[in-house]
């Protein structure tokens, strides 16, 4: 397994969880719930992190990388909940609705 990307927003490891999942590509969250459960850890310890097989490796981190490169859009409102989220979102942060 290898760490393909991590981020202290969970909400959005896990947006780049999805989007690997939509390219066929299996990940493991790990510290899903360390935020929670902080203690004596550093911020950086605790922050969620995605792994994915060596294999996928580099089409995962490929993916990843459109990602945090993509130009920022316009934010867009759940017509679910009325929240407001990051272009980046491809669900809502709030309620997971689809975008
Ligand atoms: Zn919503």
Request: negative net charge; proline residues 4%; contains cysteine.
């Amino acid at each position: 397994m290898q760490l393909v990307y991590t981020h202290e927003n969970k909400i959005l490891v896990e947006n780049a969880r999805n989007l690997l999942r939509e390219s066929g590509i299996e990940s493991t969250l790990k510290n899903e719930y360390a935020a929670g459960a902080m203690g004596d850890l550093s911020p950086i310890q605790t922050w969620p992190e995605l792994w994915v097989a060596e294999a996928d490796y580099p089409k995962a981190k490929a993916i990843i990388n459109d990602l945090i490169n993509r130009p920022a859009g316009e934010a867009w409102y759940c017509r679910q909940c009325g929240e407001e989220n990051d272009a980046s979102f491809e669900v809502c942060w709030h309620c997971q609705a689809e975008r």
